[in-house]
C-alpha cells in the first residue's frame, strides 16, 4: 500500500505562480495514480511546512536549499507539465519506494 506523500509548490508571494504550479503538479500526479497532497505557499510559509518534497523557480532554489533538508526541484517553466514530470517523478517515486 503507498503513503500519500506532500508536495509543495513554492514562489515568493504564495498567491499566483505557486498556485498555477500547485495545479499542474496536481495534474501530473493524478496521471501517474499517485496519491498526493499539493500545498502551495510563499517562500517563508514553505521552510515551515512539513512535506516530502518542494518545487519551486529557480531564483528561489538557492534560497530554499539553505533553509530545507528535503528534495528540490528546480522548475523553468511552471506550465509545462512535461517538465515537472521529467524533474519530479523521479525524485518522487523514489520517495514512495522508501516509504
Same mark, same amino acid.
Given at each position: 500500500?503507498?503513503?500519500? +506523500? ?12 505557486? #498556485? &498555477? *504550479?500547485?495545479?499542474? &503538479?496536481?495534474?501530473? #500526479? ?10 502551495? @505557499?510563499? +517562500?517563508?510559509?514553505?521552510?515551515? &511546512?512539513?512535506?516530502? +518534497? ?5 531564483? *528561489?532554489?538557492?534560497? #530554499? ?6 528534495? #528540490? ?15 519530479? *517523478?523521479?525524485? &518522487?517515486?523514489?520517495? *514512495?519506494?522508501? @516509504?
Amino acid at each position: 500500500m503507498s503513503r500519500r +506523500i506532500t508536495v509543495l509548490a513554492v514562489c515568493g508571494f504564495g498567491v499566483g505562480t505557486s #498556485l &498555477i *504550479l500547485r495545479m499542474n &503538479i496536481e495534474k501530473v #500526479l493524478k496521471e501517474q495514480g499517485i496519491d498526493a497532497e499539493v500545498i502551495n @505557499a510563499d +517562500i517563508t510559509t514553505g521552510t515551515s &511546512i512539513n512535506c516530502d +518534497i518542494i518545487f519551486t523557480s529557480k531564483e *528561489l532554489y538557492t534560497v #530554499l536549499e539553505e533553509k530545507t533538508t528535503v528534495p #528540490l526541484v528546480e522548475i523553468s517553466n511552471f506550465m509545462s507539465n512535461a517538465e515537472i514530470a521529467e524533474k519530479g *517523478l523521479p525524485i &518522487i517515486n523514489e520517495i *514512495l519506494k522508501n @516509504a
